[in-house]
């Protein structure tokens, strides 16, 4: 475990608006409850709550990677619409404890959905 510092620093801050992600023309997550996690220089990320995600909509797959500053991610494909996308979600399940802010919650890929709306 590498815990984010000057060299990579991560944070994680409530998002103030809503956020909504589609697959198919269908809401697959909606909330006013997201965080915006900021790691070093890549484009920040949105993790909904999965209590704000229609996880039945959601399967997980065997795919897993695992990150040094934030641990092991589970990976969840979703059919919604008609339409499928493979690995599309991924969460920390048992984040490392630097990153507890994001356990319980889902991110998506944007370019694996039709949109990842702000607003």
Request: charged share 20%; proline share 11%; hydrophobic share 40%.
């Amino acid at each position: 475990m590498k815990l984010p510092g000057p060299d990579h620093p991560i944070s994680i801050t409530p998002t103030p608006q809503r956020v909504r992600v589609l697959l198919g023309g269908q809401v697959v997550a909606e909330t006013t409850r997201a965080v915006t996690l900021q790691e070093a220089s890549y484009p920040p990320v949105q993790y909904i709550p999965r209590a704000d995600a229609a996880m039945a909509l959601l399967d997980k797959t065997p795919r897993s990677t695992h990150c040094p500053y934030k641990g092991d991610a589970s990976y969840y494909s979703i059919a919604a619409g008609g339409t499928r996308a493979e690995n599309a979600a991924w969460s920390y399940e048992a984040p490392f404890p630097a990153m507890a802010a994001i356990e319980g919650y889902l991110a998506f890929y944007p370019d694996r959905v039709d949109a990842i709306e702000l607003g």
